[in-house]
């Protein structure tokens, strides 16, 4: 399995997005461990939940589509991800392999 996927920490307020060829599951148990050490993001808290998880093909899909998300900036562009599946889609569809 390969994924894009978007992990949200009620206690900072914030999201993080990754890409990975591991189970969502497995990921956020490692972010919420810190595994990835004191100076990544994702050490700050260990309330890490999914929020949302795009299936994608391959890794180079699902790292064009983590990068197109983060170059976004924006709470609202991930939070409509949600609201409108048809981003998603237009996502996955640009960027193919």
């Not at 999914?50 to 699902?62: N, R, T």
Request: a positive charge; glycine letters at 4%.
């Amino acid at each position: 399995m390969v994924i894009c996927y978007i992990i949200y920490s009620r206690k900072i307020d914030r999201f993080y997005v990754g890409a990975s060829q591991e189970s969502i599951e497995l990921r956020l148990t490692k972010h919420n461990q810190k595994i990835y050490g004191d100076k990544h993001f994702t050490s700050q808290t260990d309330d890490w939940d999914a929020f949302y998880v795009i299936e994608c093909k391959d890794i180079k899909q699902a790292l064009r589509i983590e990068k197109h998300i983060k170059r976004m900036k924006s709470r609202v562009y991930i939070q409509n991800l949600i609201k409108h599946p048809g981003i998603v889609k237009k996502l996955l569809s640009k960027y193919a392999v």
